[in-house]
């Protein structure tokens, strides 16, 4: 059982920056790929970034991509999401999530299997 636990958002205006990190309790963090989804409201869960259990392999999706950048401490259990330029419409619930899966095929899901408990991130304009 893999226990994630959120840090990091809140509010900024249209422009500016903000950094999200997440906390694993799993020892065996290696084994996983994570990722970062976020959920506006009325809106369907989204897929935003993802990141290999080695940190070479990321993914991205085209919202965000050039803005967002994500990236993981194996050594502390940690990964994080360095969110510029940030836009009104990137206001959600941005969730940590991890997956046991090969890369290749988790990206291609949202359906992962570990997910944290969410934080709240509002850009205004």
């Known amino acids: 059982q893999v226990q994630l636990v959120e840090s990091g958002g809140g509010l900024v205006q249209a422009g500016g920056s903000l950094r999200l990190a997440c906390a694993a309790s799993?020892?065996?963090?290696?084994?996983?790929?994570m990722g970062w989804f976020r959920q506006a409201p009325g809106r369907e869960r989204e897929f935003v970034a993802a990141?290999?259990?080695?940190?070479?392999?990321?993914y991205y999706a085209d919202s965000v991509k050039g803005r967002f950048t994500i990236s993981r401490d194996n050594a502390k259990n940690t990964v994080s999401l360095q969110m510029n330029s940030l836009k009104p419409e990137d206001t959600a619930v941005y969730y940590c999530?991890?997956?046991?899966?090969?890369?290749?095929?988790?990206?291609?899901?949202?359906?992962?299997?570990?997910w944290g408990q969410g934080t709240q991130v509002t850009v205004s304009s």
């Open positions: 999530a991890a997956d046991g899966r090969t890369f290749s095929v988790v990206v291609t899901t949202t359906s992962w299997g570990y």
């Open positions: 799993e020892r065996t963090f290696t084994n996983y790929a």
């Open positions: 990141i290999s259990w080695t940190g070479i392999r990321t």
